[in-house]
């Protein structure tokens, strides 16, 4: 993480720090499924991945954020400077991936076109790395909110059919 401060920082910092606030409250991945739901044939993808973004959300920050309470990396590692403010003070597993992988792996099921699972599945990459960019997330908060993410994407697909 101070690797990542110390040699990558700098020039694309607005830009990660933007990105990484479209994730605040899972915004960017319930826009685009609300979206979704306005067309035919992405409608199933909408509803699955609005499915998938609760049980997310009741896994991570209901349940696994307060059991594990993990305090923040800054908190922890000397020198380590956050680019941005996280309320929360439990820092694993990552909601904001765990979101993003909830949607992506929704998505991937039951979208028609394969760039368009694809795309998902890039967006939801970045939204991990943009957590550990900013300094807000050890690497296995990242890889947790993801793992958990694809598993709610799935249940949230078997669910639905």
């Given at each position: 993480?101070?690797?990542i401060?110390?040699?990558?920082?700098?020039?694309?910092?607005?830009?990660?720090?933007?990105?990484?606030?479209?994730?605040?409250?899972g915004?960017?991945?319930?826009?685009?499924?609300?979206?979704?739901?306005?067309?035919?044939?992405?409608r199933?993808?909408?509803?699955?991945?609005?499915?998938?973004?609760?049980?997310?959300?009741?896994?991570?920050?209901?349940?696994?954020?307060?059991?594990?309470?993990?305090?923040?990396p800054?908190?922890?590692?000397?020198?380590?400077?956050?680019?941005?403010?996280?309320?929360?003070?439990?820092?694993?597993?990552?909601?904001?991936?765990?979101?993003?992988?909830?949607?992506?792996?929704?998505?991937?099921?039951?979208?028609?076109?394969?760039?368009?699972?694809?795309?998902?599945?890039?967006?939801?990459?970045?939204?991990?790395?943009?957590?550990?960019?900013?300094?807000?997330h050890?690497?296995?908060?990242?890889?947790?909110?993801?793992?958990v993410?694809?598993?709610?994407?799935?249940?949230?697909?078997?669910?639905?059919?």
């Amino acid at each position: 993480m101070l690797w990542i401060q110390e040699n990558l920082r700098g020039l694309l910092d607005p830009v990660v720090e933007g990105y990484t606030t479209l994730g605040n409250t899972g915004l960017m991945w319930i826009v685009l499924s609300l979206a979704m739901l306005c067309w035919k044939p992405t409608r199933k993808a909408g509803v699955a991945a609005l499915a998938a973004m609760v049980l997310g959300l009741l896994c991570t920050n209901v349940v696994l954020k307060h059991v594990v309470a993990r305090p923040r990396p800054w908190l922890d590692v000397a020198g380590l400077v956050p680019l941005i403010q996280e309320p929360d003070p439990n820092s694993f597993p990552s909601g904001h991936t765990c979101a993003a992988f909830a949607a992506a792996s929704a998505w991937w099921r039951t979208l028609p076109r394969r760039w368009m699972r694809w795309t998902g599945l890039v967006l939801a990459v970045c939204m991990g790395l943009s957590r550990l960019y900013v300094g807000v997330h050890y690497p296995s908060d990242v890889i947790a909110g993801a793992l958990v993410g694809l598993f709610c994407g799935w249940a949230a697909w078997r669910l639905l059919q």
